[in-house]
């Protein structure tokens, strides 16, 4: 597969110069194409020394998209996606406006971990348009209290419980929650407690809700980041 994208962005960065073409694709599918001259020219081969007539203009842009779409296709459907954080759920570690790449792979050889900065559809009856960016807290099969903006985990390696060091988080919780995790469920909340809809108000969070963890900070430069909103330990 990665031999597939080498060799097609290679063919697409060498059409594109052949041709002064400029195809930009971002979170969907936009192709903008400018051609200098529409009409067929007639260029010099160095070597020769003879006129080769080259390819017609919309022939050379077919022959590019059907590289270009499948490509974004697969890379938007299975690997990655952009997005850009609104709001402030998740200040500090993300401000509204953040610029994002979201890895889709992991996720699918992987189950998401504690503390994962997660994009995802909220549950029903939220719109499958709307996605949310929340921090993993509980895993399936634990059970989670918040009492007194204290957190607690119980689960079978620690039946007795265990607190979670929250340096992440900006706001306390203003709302005390106890609720039992289900195979496949997931507790999240975000950062800025005080401001987000998260699992305190609206429930579990189902595994096939989730599209991917955040990858990629690329906007604004000065914090561009890898794997963006991991916990830094004590």
Not at 29 to 34: F, G
Not at 74 to 99: A, C, E, L
Not at 106 to 115: A, E, G, H, M, V
Not at 184 to 202: A, K, L, P, Q, T
Request: proline letters at 5%.
């Amino acid at each position: 597969f990665i031999t597939f994208i080498s060799k097609s962005y290679n063919y697409v960065h060498k059409k594109c110069k052949e041709n002064y073409l400029l195809a930009c694709v971002n979170k969907h599918i936009y192709t903008i194409i400018y051609f200098v001259n529409e009409k067929e020219i007639l260029v010099t081969n160095p070597e020769t020394k003879q006129s080769v007539k080259k390819k017609g203009f919309w022939r050379e842009t077919l022959e590019i998209l059907i590289f270009v779409i499948p490509t974004v296709l697969v890379i938007q459907t299975f690997i990655g996606r952009t997005f850009i954080v609104i709001g402030n759920s998740m200040y500090p570690t993300f401000h509204h406006g953040d610029y994002l790449i979201i890895d889709k792979l992991s996720y699918r050889l992987d189950t998401p971990k504690r503390f994962d900065v997660i994009v995802f559809h909220p549950p029903a009856p939220a719109n499958k348009k709307t996605y949310y960016i929340k921090r993993v807290i509980g895993l399936p099969g634990e059970t989670v209290k918040i009492e007194n903006n204290e957190l607690t985990i119980v689960n079978t390696e620690k039946p007795e419980g265990f607190k979670i060091d929250e340096n992440y988080r900006s706001s306390e919780s203003d709302l005390d929650r106890i609720i039992t995790l289900k195979e496949g469920e997931y507790f999240v909340m975000g950062d800025n407690r005080s401001v987000s809809s998260d699992s305190r108000s609206w429930g579990a969070l189902p595994r096939e809700n989730i599209s991917g963890k955040a990858f990629v900070r690329l906007f604004p430069v000065g914090d561009i980041d890898l794997f963006p909103g991991k916990k830094i330990e004590n």
